[in-house]
C-alpha cells in the first residue's frame, strides 16, 4: 500500500514538473514574439484593452499599459498557431444607435511550420468582423493596426485620404475596411503582461473557450469577397497574399 501511494505521488509530481515545464516554454515561445499593437491617433475614448475579467466587462477603458495580452499555442502535426487575444470590455457605438456590445474578444494567429525540430514563422492572420485575411510576413513582432470604434485587427493602416480602391483609404465608421486606423509614435503599444488564455474566467471566457484554429481549410488564407467591399460583410481576401499550407485538425 505505502509504495502504491509512493508511487502516485511520485507519478502526480512527475507530470505536474512536465505542465509546468510545457507552460514555461510556450510562455517563453510567445513573449519573444509579442506584436505591436497600433491604435488610431484619435482612439482616446473609444476603449482600449483591459484585463478580461466579470468586473470589467461593459466598462469602456483608457489606455493602461499594464493590461494583458493573452496567448495560445495549438499544435497540428508539424505546423503551429500561436494565436495573441485582445480583451476590451465595451465597443462604443460606431453608427448612431448601432454597434455597440460589451465583451468584445479580437485577434491575430501567427503561423508556423516545424523545420528540423524548429519553429518557423509562416505566416499571419488578421481577423475582423467575423473575416479574416493572411500574409506572408515573417515579422517577429508583427505589427496590429487596431480599428478605432470596432477594435478589428489589421496588418495595414489607413488615414481617410485618397481613394476608395487604394489600400490606405478609409472613411470611418462599420464598413469592412473603413474603421480609422491612423497611428502614430505616442499610440503604439508593446505589451509587457503576457497570459495564457486559461487564465481567463467566469462569463467573459465563454466566447473563446473551445474556439478552433485548424478545423477549416479556410482558416488557413480568407474567408470573404476578394474585392475592397464597402459593406460589414466578411471580405478580408482584398488583403490576401498567401496560403498557410497546414492541414485540417480539429483542434
Known amino acids: 500500500m505505502l509504495k502504491a501511494l509512493?508511487?502516485?505521488?511520485?507519478?502526480?509530481?512527475?507530470?505536474?514538473a512536465e505542465d509546468g515545464a510545457s507552460q514555461d516554454w510556450m510562455f517563453d515561445f510567445a513573449k519573444a514574439r509579442i506584436p505591436l499593437l497600433r491604435f488610431d491617433g484619435s482612439?482616446?475614448?473609444?476603449c482600449f484593452p483591459d484585463l478580461a475579467s466579470d468586473q470589467s466587462n461593459g466598462i469602456c477603458r483608457e489606455f493602461n499599459e499594464f493590461a494583458p495580452?493573452?496567448?495560445d499555442f495549438v499544435e497540428c502535426g508539424d505546423y503551429a498557431k500561436l494565436v495573441w487575444?485582445?480583451?476590451?470590455?465595451?465597443?462604443?457605438e460606431c453608427i448612431l444607435g448601432g454597434g455597440s456590445h460589451d465583451n468584445d474578444w479580437e485577434h491575430i494567429t501567427v503561423n508556423f511550420i516545424k523545420n528540423s525540430g524548429s519553429w518557423e514563422q509562416d505566416s499571419v492572420t488578421w481577423f475582423q468582423h467575423s473575416g479574416w485575411y493572411t500574409r506572408?510576413?515573417?515579422d517577429t513582432h508583427p505589427n496590429i493596426y487596431v480599428g478605432k470604434n470596432a477594435h478589428g485587427s489589421y496588418d495595414n493602416w489607413c488615414d481617410g485620404v485618397g481613394f476608395i480602391w487604394e489600400q490606405d483609404y478609409c472613411q470611418g465608421g462599420c464598413?469592412?475596411?473603413d474603421d480609422y486606423r491612423n497611428d502614430n509614435a505616442n499610440t503604439r503599444w508593446t505589451p509587457t503582461n503576457i497570459r495564457h488564455v486559461s487564465t481567463v474566467k467566469g462569463d467573459v471566457a465563454k466566447r473563446i473557450t473551445g474556439v478552433k484554429y485548424f478545423n477549416d481549410e479556410k482558416l488557413h488564407s480568407c474567408i470573404g469577397d476578394d474585392i475592397r467591399c464597402a459593406s460589414t460583410s466578411p471580405c478580408g481576401c482584398w488583403?490576401?497574399?498567401h496560403k498557410f499550407p497546414a492541414p485540417v485538425c480539429n483542434v
Open 6 to 16: 509512493i508511487f502516485l505521488a511520485l507519478l502526480f509530481n512527475s507530470t505536474s
Open 43 to 46: 482612439a482616446k475614448g473609444h
Open 69 to 71: 495580452l493573452y496567448y
Open 85 to 92: 487575444w485582445i480583451w476590451y470590455g465595451w465597443q462604443g
Open 136 to 138: 506572408d510576413v515573417k
Open 175 to 177: 464598413l469592412y475596411w
Open 239 to 241: 488583403r490576401n497574399n
